[in-house]
T-cell receptor, first 113, second 115 residues
Framework: EAQVTQNPRYLITVTGKKLTVTCSQNMNHEYMSWYRQDPGLGLRQIYY???????DKGDVPEGYKVSRKEKRNFPLILESPSPNQTSLYFC????????????FGSGTRLTVV | KQEVTQIPAALSVPEGENLVLNCSFT??????LQWFRQDPGKGLTSLLLIQSSQREQTSGRLNASLDKSSGRSTLYIAASQPGDSATYLCAVSLRLMDSNYQLIWGAGTKLIIKP
């Protein structure tokens, strides 16, 4: 089954403790992206990657890092999480960067206390 | 700067009714527009995609229209069912100066269909 897999689904952590949210896709998509979703706001892009070793900042990259060492994986790293990073995070992949054919992961609900 | 607005934020209707969800955007220079569905605990699912040259797209009981000149799109749901209850999001794709594309999202309309 074609899918984007995110882990963990839920995470509660403390301020300053480094964490990684994993994202993996099995569709051989070149384009991958991370979003955060907050109440009353649309999805906001954190980082995106157009191919292996090619990553770029989205609208809200501060406090986040990503890497794309393999085509299928695109982990999101929070080096020193803060409470304002409490949010619902989605990873997505697509064949095209135009927005066509997006497949989303099920989301990771992160709480930073 | 492109902004996407969805009004109302929430809508509750009885089962069987036809309904319309609205999406407006401020810049008509879009590449495409999509409607997504979001269910609690699940990811987003693309419902319909309308290219900038198109006026509408249909899939089953869903029909999406696009009027670029007025900066509006509607999602029409016919004969609503409780299973249609979800949050519906609208997103426009913009082509940037460097030939990249960016999706700009609305905040969504939470739809509840009452049995």
């Amino acid at each position: 089954e074609a899918q984007v897999t995110q882990n963990p689904r839920y995470l509660i952590t403390v301020t300053g403790k480094k964490l990684t949210v994993t994202c993996s896709q099995n569709m051989n998509h070149e384009y991958m992206s991370w979003y955060r979703q907050d109440p009353g706001l649309g999805l906001r892009q954190i980082y995106y990657s157009m191919n292996v070793e090619v990553t770029d900042k989205g609208d809200v990259p501060e406090g986040y890092k990503v890497s794309r060492k393999e085509k299928r994986n695109f982990p999101l790293i929070l080096e020193s999480p803060s409470p304002n990073q409490t949010s619902l995070y989605f990873c997505a992949s697509s064949l095209s960067r135009t927005g066509n054919g997006y497949t989303f992961g099920s989301g990771t609900r992160l709480t930073v206390v | 700067k492109q902004e996407v607005t969805q009004i109302p934020a929430a809508l509750s209707v009885p089962e069987g009714e036809n309904l319309v969800l609205n999406c407006s955007f401020t810049d008509s220079a879009i590449y495409n527009l999509q409607w997504f569905r979001q269910d609690p605990g699940k990811g987003l699912t693309s419902l319909l995609l309308i290219q900038s040259s198109q006026r509408e797209q249909t899939s089953g009981r869903l029909n999406a229209s696009l009027d670029k000149s007025s900066g509006r799109s509607t999602l029409y749901i016919a004969a609503s069912q409780p299973g249609d209850s979800a949050t519906y999001l609208c997103a426009v794709s913009l082509r940037l100066m460097d030939s990249n594309y960016q999706l700009i999202w609305g905040a969504g309309t939470k739809l509840i269909i009452k049995p």
